[in-house]
């Protein structure tokens, strides 16, 4: 062994985005910390759309943002362009979307790693973990040193024996043209980790000058732009537009005629790809009667010339590319900069872990983002936050930190794929959750703020401002409760112009908000008496007595999905002690080693009936161990 | 035992104890796991009559055996995976039902058509949250606006269909616990007479004194097929015998709790001015009664007119000498069958938790189509519909979210 450094508490294995929050979670709650990246230029990487937020993913977002995480900041930082998608289609789905100046991106997350107390931003690529009888003691990097740590956080991305596909060529890559992770995959092997490979692809970048706008159509962003994160007050910028354009009829002969030139089906590629984000090729075999598809022209950056085009991944050969690319509206002349490829990986199996992101059977080895199966930046950054959190917390020996379904998409989405597991890249989707009306955007740090304040990740300043937003939603709920208009000529005169029923006796301001057509601002014309408050408060105001009625339904449905949450299994429980059980139940079960009732009935292969065996056992155990108790 | 499972062997159970031969019996052995329970079942069966069979069963209990409590069997079936939850559930009605006509209705749910049936309506349901949901998740992809109105026709059909599940539960119950059926009238109208002529036995205590019968009789009978308890009550009328008095009481009680009444008047006194009171008693349970009009043989039409005029539908009858008792059994079976459900061809619900849970299903269906009209958002509306496919995912045992992602991801086209 080479030179021995000294000892951290947490280490962290890759700079992408989950790596990111990983590392600076950890740090700002105290733990000293080192985070690894194979090339300092690489650090938050976009190697695929540049982009943050979406469907789910704003959601996402929001709540890293409200735990205490960066990457709502650094985006806000760095968009150049917001939007807000869904607002036509109700509060439980309003998301936001930015395109990103990815180089901007990139300087800004790792300056902010650079400056953040207690953490060690360091480049090596780490080859090796050390663990001893089954408890991680820290990492060897490639030139042979040794970092011991308490707890370590993998967060490998695609690296792990990477390897690009473009049509017949294949090679060992990471993204971006970068180098892949040879080395690691084997170490975990050789401690028993099992890995699997998964598949992903971006598609071909073009240069700007090259492109025929002319014969796009043209979509601009939203003013005012609503930011990500709920410390940013205000952002005032020039945004740039996003392009739509849909494939043609050429396009699909060429890619029908070249099909058996496609890896995905030549045999070539063998990891699992995600169904929700096929390649064209798929597209065109899977939905042949689809007479077009949509594909978006987005910008790289302010700084950049390179145009991306989002929908039309591919792992053609490079003369189909060609051909297909050029076959679209605008993009005749196109100059390809990057061809688009399809990219194998190394990942886990994550039901191998528990739901605090830490490996079952290795004590302090955690892991997070696309290692674990998942897809997508947000993704990545929400358990990476997480696993920091948690590593964090081991050290300071105490519990970890689980967020359930009912609290976030944080909770759903590492739920899903611990408990659930994936058999292709996971994916956040806003049908994944069942308490979608509660998890909305809006309300992440009404969620989530206190519980990054107890854990420290919130400050005190940012704390005081949280609860003061909180009271003014609660004041001007009350105020509105109380306040009723008399059934004046003016109040009617108000109504008729909005297109709703006059009034003959007097209404409280607070039945008429929950009208469907009348909106918080324009209560301002009939209201002398309102007050001077900031978007996010009157929006909050209004989604809550809007939708009173099913918020308190949902609400009610999370009091019963608690019930069995809160059921906690014993550790030590014995599964084969249990009779009754089938026999996929008891291995599912021994093997998963669930950690609620809750969490147990969402286990595939565990039946409803198995859980009513497993409460009358536990039942009972409880009746025996308080027995002897007592 | 040392022969194969799956096969009948004979022998004799003979008392260790006394070497006394008991019976000469067949002895069925089902291994596991190709039992009813999964687990070695042994069955004996032996020679009719109450006697031998308590002295095999007192032989067995003595050497250790013990008897299976109510549902065992069928508890143990579920636990140990060999049936699932709607199966167990009609087996239990299965054992519970009186009469051929409810056993076919347990039989055919636990062959799955009742989940059959549920699972064509989750299905579509899901189909529909996909459809909205893909609208949801994927606002940027020009998929086919959908509009609830597209959707709304399906939910009609599917609430119409719940709705007759539902209501199927009341001819389910009646199926399982028999029709309710109260006789009333006043004294010596007839009323245990008629209790006797439909069960066939002479078990009310009849005489020509009015108020003999002071308490309520009950009576198992079966109509073609259909379960029925006879309550025959005490005379309704106006009494200063406190005995009586409470039998009254009891009788409108019976009343009230009734699937159906039967009204008998006495073709023999007319309509008297106690008949005009009991009729103002229950005249608010009209919907359910039949009017009955016993003795036709000892009277003329001039009396019988009387009663017509007032009551313009009657079943004429004479217990004595057996006549209109069929047009009587026929309109009590009409009157079971007033939801016109034909148990031959529609799943019925007979278990008051799958009851339940359809009609929460019905309920939320109900809201989604109402908040489309109030003009709510899709969220808020795939909120409820979502909901009615869970319930009726917990009768099925399906969990809905996953396969809803499912549908998303198999019939839309997304990517990147």
Known sequence: ?630 | MEYPSHTIRYGKIIDPDTNEVIDEVLISKMAAPRSYTTEDVVEINCHGGFITAKRILDLLFRLGIRPAEAGEFTKRAFINGRIDLVQAEAITDLIGSITEKSSKVALSQLEGRLSGKLNRIRESLIDILARIEVNLDYPEYDFEEVTINECAKTIKSIIAELGNLVESFDYGKVLREGLNVAIIGKPNAGKSSLLNRLSGKNRAIVTDIPGTTRDILEEYVNIQGLPVKLLDTAGLRETADVVEKIGVEKALEAVDSADLVLFVLDAQTGFEKEDGEILEKVKDYSSKILYVVNKTDKTDEEKINEIRIRIPEVIEISVLEDHGIDVLEKSILEHANKSRIDTDNQVIITNARHKMLLAEALDSLKTALSAADGGMTLDLISMDIKNAAEKIGYITGHEITEEVVMNIFENFCIGK
């Open chain 1, 1 to 630: 062994m080479g030179f021995i450094h000294e000892s951290y508490d947490v280490i962290v294995v890759g700079a992408g985005h989950a790596g990111c929050e990983a590392a600076l979670a950890a740090a700002r709650m105290g733990a000293k910390t080192a985070i690894f990246t194979m090339n300092l230029d690489s650090i938050a990487n976009m190697p695929c759309n540049p982009n943050i937020g979406g469907t789910a993913k704003g959601h996402l977002v929001r709540e890293i943002d409200a735990l205490g995480g960066e990457m709502g900041r650094c985006a806000d930082k760095t968009l150049i362009q917001s939007r807000t998608l869904n607002t036509a289609k109700g509060p439980a789905v309003y998301s936001l979307r930015a395109q990103i100046d990815r180089r901007s991106y990139q300087r800004e997350m790792k300056h902010t790693l650079e400056l953040q107390e207690n953490l060690h931003l360091c480049q090596a690529e780490i080859v090796e973990l050390v663990i001893k009888d089954n408890k991680v003691e820290g990492v060897i990097t490639h030139i042979g040193s040794f970092f011991p740590a308490k707890t370590v956080i993998l967060t490998t991305g695609t690296y792990l024996k990477g390897r690009i596909i473009i049509g017949d060529v294949t090679y060992e890559a990471g993204p971006d043209g970068l180098l892949p992770a040879k080395s690691l995959s084997e170490s975990l092997k050789r401690h028993g980790i099992e890995l699997r490979r998964f598949k992903t692809g971006t598609p071909a970048r073009i240069n700007r000058r090259s492109i025929d706008f002319s014969k796009m159509i043209e979509q601009p962003g939203d003013d005012p732009i609503v930011p990500f994160s709920f410390e940013t007050e205000k952002i005032e910028r020039e945004q740039v537009s996003c392009y739509l354009i849909y494939s043609t009829e050429e396009t699909h002969r060429i890619i029908r005629e070249n099909l058996h030139r496609s890896p995905l089906y030549s045999g070539v590629i063998e990891g699992i790809g995600p169904r929700y984000c096929p390649s064209f090729e798929d597209k065109i075999v899977k939905f042949a009667d689809k007479e077009r598809h949509q594909i978006f022209v987005e910008p790289m950056g302010l700084d950049t010339e390179e145009i991306y085009l989002q929908g039309f991944s591919t792992s053609m050969p490079e003369d189909v590319q060609y051909a297909m690319i050029r076959s679209l509206p605008g993009l005749e002349n196109a100059q390809i900069m990057r061809y688009a490829y399809a990219i194998e990986y190394d990942c886990i199996n994550p039901t191998d872990l528990k739901l605090s992101l830490e490996f079952k059977k290795i004590d302090g080895l955690f892991s997070a983002g696309q290692i674990n199966g998942s897809s997508g930046y947000e993704e990545a950054a929400a358990q990476g936050i997480m696993a920091g959190i948690n590593a964090a917390l081991k050290v300071q020996g105490k519990e970890p930190l689980i967020l359930d379904r009912s609290q976030a998409y944080i909770g759903v989405l590492i739920d899903d794929l611990v408990t659930k597991g994936t058999n292709e890249p996971y994916r956040m989707m806003t049908s994944r959750a069942e308490y979608r009306l509660h998890l909305r955007q809006d309300n992440a740090d009404a969620r989530l703020t206190p519980i990054g304040y107890k854990i420290g990740l919130i400050s005190e300043e940012r704390y005081q401002k949280f609860l003061k937003k909180q009271k003014a939603i609660q004041d001007e709920i009350e105020r509105l409760r109380k306040k009723t208009v008399p059934p004046s000529e003016k109040i009617n005169e108000f109504l008729d112009r909005h297109n709703s029923s006059r009034i003959v006796s007097g209404i409280k301001l607070y039945d008429l908000l929950k009208r469907p057509e009348i909106t918080y601002d324009m209560l301002k014309e009939i209201d002398d008496e309102i007050p001077d408050l900031p978007n996010s408060v009157t929006d909050e105001v209004s989604i809550l007595i809007k939708y009173e009625g099913y918020i308190a339904k949902q609400m009610q449905q999370i009091e019963q999905f608690k019930k069995m949450e809160e059921k906690i299994i014993p550790e030590d429980i014995n599964y084969d002690e249990i009779k009754g059980l089938r026999i996929e139940a008891r291995q599912k079960l021994s093997k998963f080693r669930p950690r609620s009732l809750g969490q147990a009935s969402r286990i595939s292969g565990v039946s409803p009936a198995d859980i009513s065996v497993l409460v009358i056992y536990l039942n009972a155990l409880g009746r025996r161990r308080n027995g002897n108790e007592g």
